[in-house]
């Protein structure tokens, strides 16, 4: 395991579970308060998933050019941040246009039905 991700499972569960992924879910949820799409959630996670391989090269002895290490800090951090950013597009669109859409889920909206007064 420890050369697939360039360092030992603890150490990759800390960096790139623990300190990046909270990283990777505030700036999904930064990028969703801003509307901004959620294409842009990938450069950011893939810079940050270049911090996580650093901070493991430097902290943790680890192996700096891993490339199965970056893709799986990359996919796991593009998946935390897309996530968020998802939750946070739902929770906004639904407190922003109440007439229009609820909640159904954590990551769902649906359009809310048309009242007696909305067809008249």
């Known amino acids: 395991m420890?050369?697939?991700?360039?360092?030992?499972?603890?150490?990759?569960?800390?960096?790139?579970?623990?300190?990046?992924g909270?990283?990777?879910?505030?700036?999904?949820?930064?990028?969703?308060?801003?509307?901004?799409?959620l294409w842009q959630v990938v450069p950011y996670a893939l810079l940050l998933a270049a911090v996580a391989r650093f901070l493991i090269f430097a902290l943790f002895d680890g192996t700096l050019l891993a490339p199965t290490g970056y893709l799986s800090d990359a996919a796991a951090l593009i998946a935390l941040a897309v996530l968020a950013h998802r939750a946070t597009a739902v929770?906004?669109?639904?407190?922003?246009y109440p007439w229009l859409y609820e909640r159904s889920g954590l990551f769902a909206l649906r359009r809310r039905p048309a009242t007696r007064a909305d067809s008249a």
């Open 2 to 20: 420890s050369t697939f991700l360039g360092t030992d499972a603890g150490t990759w569960l800390l960096v790139s579970g623990a300190v990046m």
């Open 22 to 37: 909270l990283c990777a879910a505030l700036t999904g949820q930064a990028l969703a308060s801003a509307w901004r799409p």
């Open 91 to 96: 929770r906004l669109m639904a407190r922003q």
